[in-house]
């Protein structure tokens, strides 16, 4: 079976997070979902995530850890797919036509507006890493 490799992002601005709503090629109604997109032939992951934000919002960014990875099957393919925590500021621009809508949201509301549970649990990661390091500097 053929592998596309992929990277998404958990994208942060301070205590809210970025959700983006557009098709989803599974079920075919617009959802919420996370910045995503394919790693090209020769570059890396995280250089393909910078690109991905950029050309689906606009926005440009700084990668953080990783949070994630996760990998499925659909159209023939096995999707491989890393997600990364970005810092990014702005307001996100509807730049490829993919965009259908997006806001910065809490917590709580991007795991509400998230259909798929990788994403959720990619939010839920970049939650402990955030209280990890707020520990850490507390001590």
């Not at 394919?38 to 689906?56: H, N």
């Not at 259909?115 to 707020?134: P, Q």
Request: net charge positive.
């Amino acid at each position: 079976m053929r592998v596309r490799k992929a990277v998404q992002a958990v994208v942060r601005n301070g205590n809210l997070f970025l959700v983006v709503r557009k098709p989803d090629l599974r079920s075919g109604r617009k959802a919420w979902r996370l910045v995503k997109g394919g790693v090209d032939a020769g570059e890396g992951r995280r250089r393909a995530m910078l690109r991905e934000l950029a050309e689906e919002t606009g926005l440009k960014g700084r990668v953080g850890k990783k949070l994630h990875a996760y990998s499925y099957v659909f159209a023939g393919l096995r999707h491989e797919v890393t997600v990364f925590l970005v810092f990014a500021k702005g307001t996100p621009r509807f730049l490829d036509g993919e965009l259908c809508g997006s806001g910065w949201v809490s917590a709580a509301k991007a795991l509400r507006l998230l259909r798929w549970k990788d994403e959720k649990a990619a939010v839920r990661n970049a939650l402990m890493a955030a209280s990890r390091r707020m520990r850490r500097a507390k001590a």
